[in-house]
């Protein structure tokens, strides 16, 4: 087999491979994220009322609030509480802080993830700033709410819990700015 043969083959190989790479790249990174407790969807569902979920107070959690802002984001983000102590379906509300610090207007998505991954199948936002894209204006300060509840199939070995949340910076041109279900008022300060 000549060189310029053998070089092809091995090009078109390397093609293949990468085509299928890409293929079954996002079923593999989707099922890594859900095994690690990362929820790639915002939870767009309003959970039902905390009235009809029964609160077991035999079995409190310490629950930890994190934030991070990626991709160099220049914006102020974080919870007032940095940790709350709840009964397993009780409801708990977290109010987050969020300042852009430029001249611009910023767009981005905030993304949670909750730590240990039993915890982040047993629990319901019921109002959530990550249910949409977030666009902050000039200097423009802002407080939104969570509020959510751990569900009573939480694993009974389940004691502390890490909500956590990310800001990723997003084209202006690629933002979804329009209502949702669990939408909230942004309140100015």
Do not use: W
């Not at 989707?30 to 969807?41: E, Q, Y």
């Not at 009809?52 to 007032?80: A, G």
């Not at 987050?96 to 240990?116: A, E, G, K």
């Amino acid at each position: 087999m000549k060189r310029d043969s053998k070089i092809l083959l091995v090009l078109v190989a390397v093609a293949i491979a990468m085509f299928i790479f890409g293929y079954a790249n996002v079923p593999l990174f989707k099922r890594f994220c859900s095994a690690i407790g990362i929820d790639l969807s915002p939870n767009t569902e309003v959970a039902a009322e905390t009235s009809e979920i029964e609160i077991d107070s035999t079995r409190q959690l310490k629950v930890l609030f994190t934030t991070s802002v990626n991709d160099d984001l220049p914006i102020v983000f974080e919870s007032k509480k940095h940790q709350s102590e709840v009964f397993v379906g009780e409801s708990d509300k977290n109010m987050y802080h969020f300042v852009n610090m430029t001249d611009d207007t910023l767009y981005f998505r905030p993304v949670h993830s909750v730590f240990p991954a039993d915890a982040s199948k047993k629990y319901s936002m019921i109002e959530c700033f990550c249910f949409r894209d977030m666009m902050l204006l000039p200097h423009q300060e802002v407080e939104v709410p969570l509020v959510y509840y751990f569900k009573p199939s939480l694993s009974e070995e389940v004691n502390r819990v890490t909500m956590h949340y990310t800001l990723f910076k997003r084209d202006r041109d690629d933002v979804d700015l329009t209502g949702t279900p669990g939408e909230f008022n942004m309140e100015t300060n």
